[in-house]
């Protein structure tokens, strides 16, 4: 990325404002020695802005960045002086949104061990495997949590939070050095299909990938922000890492609750709010509080847009909404701005400063402008491979995202859904999501969901799930006939089923293997 757009950009979000030359002295001194992992954001943060205050949950606590780093190295020292943690080792972090979260991820990189970000949606067997696949040392959990770890194999030290505070305050003194090998956060994938795989994230080499996201997405150096988001998830850590080097104050939860998230969004001030499309709907369920959060930014991202919820949300909280399109593995891809989402709301945007994006047949080849087709993806934070030692089809440096997608004459990306979601019916390509769209934008329907499933004659056809608004009714065929009305007639549902909810998992997405368990 080239250095002038890189200092234009920083100096447009207020990171070169100038400072005590002690303090920025120290700051680029912590980024020298530590490089841009997370415990290097974290130095570099303390380092120029050590009274800040960096992190307020909903119990109350309030830490400044000096006092979260400090937290973070003595529970280092004790995870190598009590438990032997080393270089390489990987420490798994079962926790939600809390301080004590950030604390271990930070904790795990200061010591070059991997932290293994655990999806707090998985069933005890899952967790097993989990810990099986990616070798654990060490696993820091809630307390909520106690008893789906209990079967875990004994030779696996369990931290509890009440541990996890022991190991801190009976921390020994000493000093930490560089590791001599960057840890890695590995994210699992969402796992809606099945058991999640660990995918290991690259460390970031410099301001390209920051500069990237705040160059369309207008945060600024010192900023409040509400991640709500889960941060074991890819969109909820990378809000972290933004909100570090921007050396903004986080609000966190450790449960995503609409009323209380507006509670605090107002009452804390906040100028931002990362979430999941999901919780926007539910945001919009609950009465505005009054004065509204002064929010200037509302960035989602991990799961797709439903067709009326874009325009319905700025409505009500004006103009701030950005959508960001990406995945664990290709991290980004696209932003949609707010005049964006207002002229077509399903849109994923485009790509940002830095970013290659190609749309390919099945042969490598460019497909034309309107035609649907792979999505492949280039940037500085592509990730590593899997643990399991697998990868993803790459082309010219491009990787396979795994989902299929048009771009329009104007450039803007349309993602249809997962290759592996496309139905054949009939003889014909059908895309659930398009049909998903559809349906979210019926006033009855609270959400919607399309799958497909097997059928004798066609060899697969489509089943709407749908959840309605409380005391609302709609009729299968009337609904069989909207879709009917607008697209044609391959992409008609045969079945249609009332839910009172769809199954989700912790980020927000269906897990389609929930609804077909319907057909048996």
């Not at 004994?154 to 930490?176: C, N, S, T, W, Y």
């Not at 991640?227 to 609000?251: E, S």
């Not at 009054?290 to 909280?317: N, T």
């Not at 009939?426 to 769209?437: A, L, M």
């Amino acid at each position: 990325m080239d250095l002038p757009f890189i200092v234009a950009t920083l100096t447009r979000r207020g990171l070169l404002t100038p400072g005590r030359p002690i303090r920025v002295a120290a700051q680029l001194g912590a980024l020298r020695k530590w490089g841009w992992s997370l415990a290097g954001e974290l130095r570099q943060a303390a380092a120029r802005d050590p009274g800040r205050t960096a992190v307020i949950d909903e119990q109350g606590t309030e830490l400044t960045y000096q006092e979260l780093l400090d937290r973070a190295e003595r529970l280092a020292r004790s995870l190598r002086a009590a438990l032997g943690v080393q270089v390489g080792d990987r420490i798994g972090v079962l926790c939600r949104n809390h301080h004590g979260l950030i604390e271990t991820i930070v904790a795990a990189t200061l010591l070059g061990a991997d932290a293994v970000l655990v999806n707090t949606g998985l069933s005890a067997a899952q967790l097993a495997t989990v810990a099986d696949e990616q070798r654990l040392r060490v696993l820091v959990h809630d307390d909520e949590f106690a008893e789906r770890v209990l079967g875990l194999p004994a030779e696996l030290h369990r931290v509890d939070e009440r541990a996890r505070h022991e190991l801190i305050a009976g921390a020994l003194p000493g000093e930490l050095h560089p590791p001599e090998r960057d840890g890695r956060i590995i994210v699992l994938t969402s796992g809606t299909t099945g058991t999640p795989k660990g995918a290991r994230r690259p460390t970031p080499n410099g301001f390209g990938p920051l500069v990237s996201i705040i160059d369309r997405i207008p945060l600024h150096a010192r900023d409040r922000v509400m991640i709500a988001a889960p941060i074991f998830h890819t969109w909820g850590y990378a809000a972290l890492q933004v909100c570090f080097a921007l050396r903004a104050t986080i609000v966190l939860h450790r449960r995503f609750d609409p009323a209380a998230t507006l509670t605090a969004l107002a009452s804390q001030e906040c100028d931002a709010l990362f979430a999941v499309p999901v919780m926007l709907q539910r945001l919009l369920e609950v009465a505005p509080p009054d004065p509204r959060p002064p929010l200037k930014v509302v960035a989602v991202s991990g799961s797709a847009l439903p067709g009326g919820l874009a325009p319905a949300f700025m409505d009500v909280y004006g103009d701030v909404l950005y959508n960001l399109y990406g995945s664990t593995e290709v991290s980004w891809a696209s932003i949609a701005g707010p005049a964006e989402l207002r002229e077509a709301p399903t849109t994923a945007g485009r790509p940002p400063h830095g970013t290659r994006l190609e749309i390919l047949d099945d042969t490598g080849e460019p497909v034309p402008s309107g035609r649907v087709g792979r999505i492949f993806v280039g940037n500085e934070m592509l990730f590593e491979g899997y643990t399991s030692g697998a990868s993803r089809e790459t082309r010219d440096g491009l990787l396979d995202t795994g989902d299929l997608g048009r771009v329009n004459t104007d450039g803007l990306l349309f993602v249809d859904g997962r290759a592996d979601d496309m139905i054949v019916s009939g003889g014909e390509n059908v895309f659930p999501s398009e049909v998903e769209d559809l349906l979210a934008g019926l006033p009855q329907v609270r959400e919607a969901a399309v799958i497909g499933v097997p059928d004798p004659e066609y060899g697969q056809r489509l089943a709407a799930f749908l959840a309605l608004h409380p005391g609302e009714t709609l009729d299968p065929e009337a609904v069989r006939e909207y879709v009917r009305h607008y697209l044609a007639r391959f992409s008609v549902p045969r079945d249609v089923v009332f839910v009172k909810y769809l199954p989700r998992n912790a980020t927000g997405k269906v897990l389609s293997r929930e609804l077909r368990r319907y057909y048996g």
